[in-house]
């Protein structure tokens, strides 16, 4: 429709401008009341062992249904909560919800090894975060090793001295840590290999090249051959194709995530996918490398 109007340039650069504006303080005063209203809800997406499509762990993510504006995608909410500074709040929300829910999971006898929680670098209070961790595992009775804390690789390398305390102290409470969205950040490897990190995943934007584009295979293995030599474990994100997954396990990469296994799920649907035995779809990454 844009394109039937009279080109007056002006105008529609500016009409856009107010448009992205107020969008963004329409979700800037939404978001000061989801959490008052409960309108934040966690989906959970299986991270599965390559070779053989064993649950291995369960990423929880966050979802926002809004009465008007409907579901608000986190790409679009979490920089605007982490600008308003809410995300602190919405954190810990997150993360008590997870905590709690992979005990429930314990009590109903639903083997969920372990939940990955996405966390802003805004959260990393040295002051308070460590400890808020401590209390919530402990209250919850389950061992830090049940929690992994991914932070992206761009965040980390923001404020890396002020990271490095809040990992360190985290690393001792016994909680495991990956480094989200790895490659696209422009990592210091020498601050990386001071890190106490327990995990690199890699940004599914290279996951999606492989088949198709020799420079994101190479990244893939880049990544890989990197992940050995600091001994950290590697998870590919966004695998979407057998071959892909392929791939990947010839490359050294044994944990994956993705929709060829399973997109983020309710926790319901995720308890079904796990009565189902899971690995059903997992078992086609056995299949012989290339598309
Ligand atoms: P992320 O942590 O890298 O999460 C992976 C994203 O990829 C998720 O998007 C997931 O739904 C999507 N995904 C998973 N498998 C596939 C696949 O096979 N193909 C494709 N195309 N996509 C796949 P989602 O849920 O929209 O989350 C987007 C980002 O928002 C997350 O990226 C994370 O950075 C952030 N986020 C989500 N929940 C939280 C949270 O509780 N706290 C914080 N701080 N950030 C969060
Ligand atoms: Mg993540
Ligand atoms: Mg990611
Ligand atoms: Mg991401």
Known sequence: EAKRRPHVPYLEFDTSLSEGATRRLVIDSALRVAMARREFTLHYQPQVD??????????????????????????????????????????????????????????????????????????LDPDRFPAQVQAILGTARLDPSRLELEITESMLMQDPDRAMSVLNALKALGVRLAVDDFGTGYSNLAYLRQLPMTRLKIDRAFVNGIGQHGNDEQICRTVIALAHSLQLETLAEGVEHAHQAGFLMQAGCLLAQGYLYSPPLPVAALEAWIADGGVRCGRASAAPVGP
């Open 50 to 123: 390559l070779q053989d499509g064993r649950l291995l762990g369960v990423e929880a993510l966050l979802r926002w249904q809004h009465p008007e504006l409907g579901r608000v995608p986190p790409d679009e909410f979490i920089p605007i909560a982490e600008e308003n500074g809410l995300i602190t709040e919405i954190g810990l929300w997150v993360l008590r919800e997870a905590i709690r829910q992979l005990r429930a999971w314990d009590d109903a006898g639903i083997e969920v090894p372990m939940v990955a929680v996405n966390c802003s670098v805004r959260q």
